[in-house]
């Protein structure tokens, strides 16, 4: 059963660069059959899809936060990551990493979620 | 981006009463494979989203058969057909026939 834990700061300071890490266990973050996704959910709203990660390292961003956002897989650790840099009050948020199948597109496997606050 | 649009935005459901959720889509989800790309999640209190429904109307595994999904093109439904404690929570659409992938605004389903 794949399980994804993510792991970083709950508090970041305005301008600063948000970083968390998905670490993925049983499974391989190799595998050719899955992207690796981050998700953010501001508190009490909807849900709103980050980016994802190749196990090539190709990338795919939302436009909206494209200019802050970097991602990068470490198949050696069996880890993907994010940065968000020039955060802002508004990027405080849920943030969860999940597994997207390629060819099914679907999530079902996730993080439980970490709290990340911007403030100073 | 493709705007997901879910009505109504919160629900208050009797125990076994059916329940009605509205999802449209600003441009068709109907991929050139044949496959409409629309998925139903579930988000329940304090938990991550749960997938229940894939392309329109496939039960995820393990999904009871009281959820059913329907609808073509751009007007999706998801249906409860007797609402059980267990099913409250927030519900979401996704899809996924391009990025970026969004998600309606969810609908919350409480208990009356």
């Known amino acids: 059963q794949v399980q994804l834990q993510e792991s970083g700061p709950g508090l970041v300071k305005p301008s600063q660069t948000l970083s968390l890490t998905c670490t993925v266990s049983g499974g391989s973050i190799r595998s050719g059959s899955y992207y690796w996704s981050w998700i953010r959910q501001p508190v009490g709203k909807g849900l709103e899809w980050i980016g994802r990660i190749y196990t090539s390292g190709s990338t795919d961003y939302n436009p909206f936060l494209k200019s802050r956002v970097t991602m990068s897989v470490d198949t050696s650790n069996n880890e993907f990551s994010l940065n968000l840099s020039s955060v802002t009050a508004a990027d405080t948020a849920m943030y969860f990493c999940?597994?997207?199948?390629?060819?099914?597109?679907?999530?079902?496997?996730w993080g439980q979620g970490t709290l990340v606050t911007v403030s100073s | 981006d493709v705007v997901m649009t879910q009505t109504p935005l919160s629900l208050s459901v009797t125990p076994g009463q059916p329940a009605s959720i509205s999802c449209k889509s600003s441009?068709?989800?109907?991929?050139?494979?044949?496959?409409?790309?629309l998925q139903w999640y579930l988000q329940k209190p304090g938990q991550s989203p749960q997938l229940l429904i894939f392309e329109v109307s496939n039960r995820f595994s393990g999904v009871p058969d009281r959820f059913s999904g329907s609808g073509s093109g751009t007007d999706f439904r998801l249906k409860i057909s007797r609402v059980e404690a267990e099913d409250v929570g927030v519900y979401y659409c996704l899809q996924t026939i391009q990025l970026p992938r969004t998600f309606g605004q969810g609908t919350r389903v409480e208990i009356k």
């Open positions: 999940a597994r997207e199948e390629r060819f099914l597109e679907w999530f079902i496997n």
């Open positions: 441009q068709s989800l109907l991929h050139s494979d044949g496959k409409t790309r």
